[in-house]
C-alpha cells in the first residue's frame, strides 16, 4: 500500500450534481451513481490503476495489456448504506480489487473499525515489512494488516516473493547487473554499448518500484534493500553514471517504499 494524492475533482462534477446524485441514491432513483463515468475514471486514476489495498493491478480501458486484469470496484472507506450522503463524496471513494472489496473489506465499517485510507493517511507510517511480511508499526496498520490479510503468507506474500526469487525475477535481474557493473568498473576501455546496457537495465528495474507499478511498495522496500542495489548505485556514481533520472526515479521509489 502506498500514499495516494487526492484525484483531481471532473468539472463536470460540481458541487450541485454532487448532491444530485446524493439524492437521487438515497431516494432510490440511481442505486449506482459511483459509476458515472468520470467519477469512476478520477477514482481508477487516484490509485494508478491499481488496488487501493493490495496494489495489484486492475484493468485500464486505455491499455489493451490489461484486458485480462480484474475489473476494480469502487470501494466506499464509509459503508454506503450506513453513510449514505458519503456516497459520492470523492475523499469516500477507493479503487479496490474484487478480492479486498468483497472477500475481506465486506462490510466493514471504518469508523468503528478504522483501515488506513491511503489519501488521508501515509501508509509507510503504518505499515513495515520484516522477512517478507506485512506487519503493523501502529494499531491502525495492525488492523489494515489483518483486514486485507497483508501479513498472510500463503495468500499474500508467496505471491509477492514469487516475483523476486523466481528465474529472471526482481533479485536474478539485480545480480545480472551486478555482476555488469563489477566487469565495467573494471574494463578498459569503457564501452558505450556496455552503459547502455546498464542504465536500460536500472531504469526497467527501477520503474518496477515506482508508485504507477504493482505492488510498488513491496518491491521498492525490497530494492532499496538489497546489498547488491546499493553496490550498483556506488558503481554508477564512481562512473559519473547515476544521472539525475535515476536520482528522480529513487525519489519515486523510496516514496513507495514502506521504510
Known amino acids: 500500500m502506498i500514499k495516494l494524492e487526492r484525484c483531481q475533482r471532473p468539472k463536470s462534477f460540481t458541487t450541485a450534481k454532487e448532491n444530485e446524485l446524493t439524492t437521487e441514491y438515497i431516494t432510490g432513483k440511481n442505486l ?8 469512476k475514471k478520477a477514482v481508477r486514476k487516484q490509485s494508478h490503476y491499481k488496488c487501493a489495498y493490495c496494489e495489484c493491478l486492475g484493468k485500464n480501458p486505455s491499455n489493451k495489456d490489461t484486458s485480462k486484469l480484474p475489473d476494480l470496484h469502487t470501494d466506499h472507506y464509509f459503508l454506503k448504506k450506513v453513510y449514505p450522503y458519503k456516497v459520492v463524496n470523492l475523499d469516500n471513494l477507493l479503487s ?27 501508509p509507510k507510517e503504518h505499515l513495515g515489512i520484516k522477512n517478507h511480511l506485512f506487519y503493523g508499526k501502529t494499531a491502525l496498520g495492525e488492523k489494515t494488516a489483518t483486514i486485507f490479510k497483508l501479513k498472510n503468507f500463503r495468500e499474500h ?27 565495467y568498473s573494471q574494463e578498459t576501455p569503457k564501452t558505450q554499448e556496455t552503459r547502455n546496457t546498464i542504465t536500460d537495465s536500472l531504469r526497467q528495474i527501477m520503474q518496477q518500484a515506482t508508485p504507477t507499478a504493482k505492488y510498488s511498495a513491496y518491491m521498492a522496500t525490497h530494492l532499496l534493500q538489497y546489498p547488491a542495489y546499493q553496490d550498483i548505485k556506488t558503481i554508477l556514481n564512481q562512473e559519473q553514471l547515476w544521472t539525475n533520472e535515476f536520482i528522480e526515479l529513487e525519489k519515486q521509489v523510496s516514496f513507495c517504499a514502506l521504510i
Open 32 to 39: 449506482t451513481p459511483w459509476q458515472t463515468a468520470y467519477i
Open 157 to 183: 506474500c508467496l505471491k509477492l516473493m514469487e516475483l523476486l526469487f523466481d528465474d529472471n525475477a526482481y533479485y536474478s535481474q539485480l545480480d545480472k547487473l551486478h555482476v555488469i557493473c563489477q566487469n
Open 96 to 122: 479496490a480489487c474484487p478480492t479486498c472489496n468483497s472477500e475481506r473489506k465486506k462490510e466493514l465499517d471504518a469508523l468503528d473499525e478504522p483501515i488506513i485510507h491511503p489519501v488521508i493517511h501515509n
